[in-house]
């Protein structure tokens, strides 16, 4: 059963990590193309590193799986989850 929600983060980090990438794709451009016109600079060059999309990515992805993982790794509290001041 914990298996299907981790699934689930999972593929939730992934379609994030893809919408990010995508993003910043297009938004590295605008913002490139405002600041360069903001300061003057007469030729804007917009250049997309693949090193850089890969560890945006990654990096999306990790986040989802680490926060995926995080209730998994949770002890039970002791006494049927109930605290010390409800009994």
Same mark, same amino acid.
């Given at each position: 059963m914990v298996g299907h929600y981790? =699934? *689930?983060g999972v593929a939730i980090a992934a379609l994030g990590a893809v919408l990010g990438v995508l993003g910043a794709f297009v938004a590295t451009s605008a913002v490139t193309a405002d *600041?360069?016109?903001a300061i003057g600079i007469p030729d804007t060059v917009v250049a997309h590193r693949l090193p850089t999309t890969i560890a945006g990515f990654a990096? =999306?992805?990790l986040t989802g799986v680490l926060a995926a993982l995080a209730p998994r790794s949770r002890?039970?509290?002791p006494h049927g989850g109930r605290d010390a001041r409800q009994r």
């Open positions: 981790v =699934g *689930y *600041y360069t016109s990096l =999306g992805l002890r039970p509290a």
